[in-house]
Nanobody, 128 residues
Framework: QLQLVESGGGLVQSGGSLRLSCTPL????????IGWFRQAPGKEREGVSC????????NYADSVKGRFTISRDNTKNTVWLQMNSLKPEDTAVYYC?????????????????????WGKGTLVTVSK
C-alpha cells in the first residue's frame, strides 16, 4: 500500500501563513495527481486543491481560491500547499492523497472518494 507523509502543520494566528508538504514513502509522485483535503472536527472530509501529475492542471475549492496555492516539483518528489490569509474556519487536519487523476466537483474541489493513496494528515489550527 503506497503511503504519503504530510508535514508543516501547526498553530497560526488568523491572517497568518503556513506551507504544507506532501512526500511519498518509497515511491515516485511523477505519475500521480495529488490532492489536498481537510477534515474539521465533526465534519466530513472535503476537497481543498488538486494538481495533475505534470502540474499543468490545478483546481481549488472556492473556499480557498485566492488564498491557497498548490505546487509540485517532481525532481524533489514533493507537493506543497501554501496557505495564506488563514482563517479560523481553515482549522482542520489536512491530508494529501494520490491517484491517477483528480475528480473535481465544481465549487467543492477534488472529490476525496476518487483518491487511492493517503497520508495520515497534519493538524492546522488557526486562532482568532
Amino acid at each position: 500500500q503506497l503511503q504519503l507523509v504530510e508535514s508543516g502543520g501547526g498553530l497560526v494566528q488568523s491572517g497568518g501563513s503556513l506551507r504544507l508538504s506532501c512526500t511519498p514513502l518509497e515511491f515516485r509522485l511523477d505519475d500521480y495527481a495529488i490532492g489536498w483535503f481537510r477534515q474539521a472536527p465533526g465534519k466530513e472530509r472535503e476537497g481543498v486543491s488538486c494538481i495533475s501529475s505534470s502540474g499543468g492542471s490545478i483546481n481549488y475549492a472556492d473556499s480557498v481560491k485566492g488564498r491557497f496555492t498548490i505546487s509540485r516539483d517532481n525532481t524533489k518528489n514533493t507537493v506543497w500547499l501554501q496557505m495564506n490569509s488563514l482563517k479560523p474556519e481553515d482549522t482542520a487536519v489536512y491530508y494529501c492523497a494520490a491517484s491517477s487523476w483528480c475528480t473535481v466537483i465544481p465549487v467543492f474541489g477534488p472529490d476525496p472518494e476518487g483518491m487511492d493513496y493517503w497520508g495520515k494528515g497534519t493538524l492546522v489550527t488557526v486562532s482568532k
